[in-house]
Structures are given as C-alpha cells and as structure tokens.
C-alpha cells in the first residue's frame, strides 16, 4: 500500500524479475547524460519506467485509474517507480 495523491492505494507486490526489469528500463533513462556529460534524459525510457510501474501496481490499470488526470496518473506512476526501486525518502531524510 502507498500513498498518493490524497488517498491510499493498494498495490501488487514487485517480483524479482520485475523489479531487475524496472532497473534496468530505469538506469536508460540516464545512460545518455554519462556518455555524453551532459543533463540528457530518454524520455521514452523514462515513460516505459512509469508504464511498467503502473502494470505492475494494479491488475486493472484502466480500471484503477479510471477518472484520473494523465498528469495524476504520471504522479502516481512515478511514485509507484520510486516505490519499487526503493526509492523513497523516508520522515528523516533517508532513503527506504
């Protein structure tokens, strides 16, 4: 269960193999930015990352998240991502 966008949200666990793919679609995202020492981000790739953290979370995507905005709906996908990726800050500033 996370918290966002004013509400709680019960979401699926993540799988090992899911998790290693999120990483991996997640660390594209920023490849570029070294190669190139630069602040370049893959958008797509960024997009992808939020896309499989949002079918991970819930069975019905659709159904879920029917009502919402696509900028609620991109708030919530990259909270889920931080989620998975363990991410997220905790109250005193660490990460989970």
Not at 58 to 86: C, P, R, W
Request: glycine share 6%.
């Amino acid at each position: 269960m996370i918290q966002a966008l004013g509400r709680e949200w019960n979401i699926n666990p993540i799988s090992w193999g899911d998790r290693r793919k999120l990483h991996r679609i997640h660390s594209q995202i920023y490849i570029t930015s070294l190669i190139n020492k630069d602040n370049s981000i893959d958008w797509e790739k960024y997009w992808d990352a939020i896309e499989f953290s949002l079918s991970v979370a819930f069975d019905d995507v659709e159904k879920e998240l029917n009502g919402l905005t696509d900028s609620d709906i991109d708030s919530l996908g990259q909270k889920l991502m931080n989620h998975y990726l363990a991410m997220e800050k905790k109250e005193n500033g660490d990460f989970v």
